[in-house]
């Protein structure tokens, strides 16, 4: 997700309330997990963050069926905000939020009462919804009992302009537990590029397909970065210490280049195999990172295929078929893809080379300034021929032999017809256009 950086965009002097308060506005992003959301818009006023609460509530809950009325009709305006079954009306300028019974009549009888630390307002479009502090919003999350959650975890990092919600639920031993939010599923193969997820692909490096999973001392090692990010966590580049750090939920691991000893929340472990560098490239291993983080990983050796689980992603009997499938399928497209790139490149180096050879009147230089001689093999498309005389700039072929790679056996006559060539016989050219074979 690309998120412009924070700025001051406006101030505004209210010129008229009995004083001046001074607010900025920024873009806003959500995330919930994998999940992001934004911009939207949020604004800093007297130092608290005022964020838009009908727009956070449908994103952390978008199956939820309620939403935001704004009444312009009445002074100061009001918002009745549904969410999952519960009704909050927000008036502009107050700090108090009122939580009603619904019904589906409406919303009626106070039921209970947030006092929160700024005064609710709405921006110039109050169509927009309501903006109010982040306390009354992570209040409302954490306090729902058909939630499952112990508390609903909030937290703003204003230099990117992110808000991150994070749910915990109750352990096994009775604490509070971060709350994975959307299973992952992750498939790869030793030496492809790709990476894919349930519904989508992509490259480990767009720019160099080169870089793949690779085997080294019966670990899989691959740059971590990119299957870190799928799974929602961050990965941290350390050049003095040439350490590698992963972070994903309530786990952090550290690992040093060529080190086999790795630190998991402090807790010093040993590798069967140490990160390395090849080819430039940070290769850290996979099964040791992943499964210290929760996840579950799968290795058919048959396939050479590599199946991720993560979050509670279900595995399922038909995984290995389905990505087995579609890795074979963008294989094959991208290599194709490569082959073309690649063959443009050489045209275009061969054309650069020729353009670069002076000819003269009495020299048989071919296509690339090399001399031609009686008895060479030259070549012209996927035709070759030797060389039975020379007459200054020009020379006679006899063609004899075709690239049989490229055209079947048979098809000779017919095929050298469409590159001008006498097949089986003696034919004048001019040299330039031909190319000695080595």
């Known amino acids: 997700m690309k998120k412009p950086l924070f700025s001051m965009i406006l101030i505004i002097a209210l010129s008229f309330s009995m004083f001046q308060t001074a607010f900025a506005s920024s873009d806003l992003y959500f995330k919930l997990g994998q999940n992001e959301d934004g911009p939207h818009i949020s604004i800093t006023e007297d130092g608290v963050e005022m964020f838009p609460v009908d727009q956070i509530f449908k994103f952390v809950d978008p199956a939820d069926q309620g939403g935001e009325y704004v009444n312009l009709n009445q002074s100061p305006w009001q918002s009745s905000i549904v969410f999952q079954n519960r009704c909050f009306v927000i008036t502009r300028g107050s700090t108090e939020i009122n939580e009603m019974i619904n019904s589906d009549a409406g919303c009626f009888e106070v039921k209970k009462t947030y006092t929160i630390e700024k005064p609710a307002r709405y921006l ?10 982040l306390s009354f919003i992570s209040k409302v999350l954490s306090d729902n009992p058909d939630n499952n959650f112990t508390k609903f975890e909030t937290k703003y990092d204003d230099n990117n302009d992110i808000l991150t919600f994070t749910p915990y639920t109750k352990s096994a031993a009775g604490t509070s537990k971060k709350q994975i939010v959307n299973p992952v599923k992750l498939a790869m193969k030793i030496n492809s590029p790709w990476l894919l997820t349930a519904d989508d692909g992509k490259n480990f490096d767009d720019n160099d ?19 870190i990010q799928r799974l929602g966590g961050t990965t941290t580049w350390n050049e003095d210490e040439r350490k590698v750090t992963i972070s994903l939920a309530d786990t952090t691991i550290d690992l040093w280049i060529d080190l086999n000893i790795a630190s998991v929340n402090g807790v010093k472990k040993k590798l069967e195999v140490a990160p390395t560098i090849i080819n430039g490239r940070t290769m850290t291993p996979l099964r040791f990172v992943t499964e210290n983080l929760g996840a579950t990983v799968s290795w058919d050796q048959g396939s050479q295929m590599i199946l991720l ?27 194709s893809q490569d082959n073309r790139k690649s063959l443009v490149d050489i045209v275009s180096e061969n054309q650069k080379k020729h353009d670069m050879v002076q000819y003269n009147d009495n020299d048989p230089l071919d296509y690339y300034g090399n001399t031609i001689h009686v008895g060479d093999t030259v070549m012209s498309g996927t035709f070759y021929g030797v060389v039975k005389k020379i007459d200054r700039t020009k020379v006679l072929v006899y063609w004899n032999r075709a690239n049989y790679l490229v055209i079947g056996k048979g098809e000779e006559l017919k095929t050298a017809a469409l590159f001008g060539i006498d097949w089986l016989g003696e034919q004048w050219f001019e040299a330039k256009t031909v190319t000695v074979s080595n």
């Open 124 to 133: 110039d479009d109050p169509t927009k919804g309501v903006l109010a502090p």
């Open 309 to 335: 689980y993560y979050g509670g992603a279900e595995e399922k009997a038909a995984d290995l078929l389905e990505f087995s499938f579609k890795i074979g399928i963008l294989d094959a497209t991208q290599k």
């Open 209 to 227: 397909h080169s870089v793949t999973p690779v085997i080294r001392g019966g670990s899989t090692l691959l740059p971590i970065a990119p299957v």
